[in-house]
């Protein structure tokens, strides 16, 4: 149950794209479509923006797309804008009725 | 509107047993697996165990395995987690989560709805 590798930080101008990576193992992300992806505003509580690799909630913005390619799965925000500032976690189903959660990136808007 | 209510977080002494409830509303609490995540001060999501439907499927993460008893009450809409021999290191923000339910309602499919948590201090 080791947690998935997300890079610390990341960051993108206004209007820019910034992609954070997910990197698990073949146990979690690369045997399984549920990977998902959670904003978590400063101060508040994480919510959903991604679920089975690559579908959005209603309600939340086109600019936030995800993907997977063999153990790694990638989180894209297009057009960054100032409310996107967050950090941004990853999860997958880890098989056996476990769940494992990414390590976090901090998102800075410049 | 779907809500889901977290109580029983507080100040415990190492060693001692704390039990945390979650209330659920506004969806139909017994189709729909559940399960606790925790986030320490200033650290990330970490998963610490879910439930399936009809009580299937109880899971732990290794850091509370022994230690940590998921349990829910479908007839009263209410999650439990009971957690013995607390130590520092199981100080967080406690949050119950229902999970997404797409076409195949996943035990583990993505988690939906967030509660706003309950803070447990261990010290």
């Known amino acids: 149950q080791s947690a998935l590798t997300q890079p610390p930080s990341a960051s993108g101008s206004l209007g820019q794209s910034v992609t954070i990576s997910c990197s698990g193992t073949s146990s979690d992300v690369g045997s399984y479509n549920y990977v998902s992806w959670y904003q978590q505003e400063s101060g508040k509580d994480p919510k959903l923006i991604i679920y089975e690799v690559n579908k959005r909630p209603s309600g939340v913005p086109e600019r936030f797309s995800g993907s997977k390619s063999g153990n790694t799965a990638s989180l894209t925000v297009s057009g960054l804008q100032a409310e996107d500032e967050a950090d941004y976690y990853c999860?997958?189903?880890?098989?056996?009725?476990?769940?494992?959660f990414g390590t976090g990136t901090k998102v800075s808007v410049l | 509107q779907v809500h889901l209510v977290e109580s029983g977080g507080g100040v415990v002494q190492p060693g001692r047993s704390l039990g945390l409830s979650c209330s659920a509303s506004?969806?139909?609490?017994?189709?729909?697996?559940m399960h606790w995540v925790r986030q320490a001060p200033g650290k990330g999501l970490e998963w610490v165990a879910g439930?399936?439907?009809?009580?299937?499927?109880?899971t732990y993460a290794d850091s509370v395995k022994g230690r940590f008893a998921i349990s829910r009450d479908d007839s009263r809409g209410i999650l439990y987690l009971q957690m013995n021999s607390l130590t520092a290191d199981d100080t967080a923000l406690y949050y119950c989560?229902?999970?997404?339910?797409?076409?195949?309602?996943?035990?583990?499919?993505?988690?939906?709805?967030w509660g706003r948590g309950t803070m447990v201090t261990v010290s």
């Open positions: 989560v229902r999970v997404h339910c797409g076409g195949d309602c996943h035990w583990a499919d993505a988690f939906e709805i």
């Open positions: 439930l399936g439907v009809n009580r299937d499927h109880q």
């Open positions: 506004g969806f139909s609490f017994n189709d729909y697996a």
């Open positions: 999860g997958s189903y880890g098989g056996r009725f476990n769940f494992v």
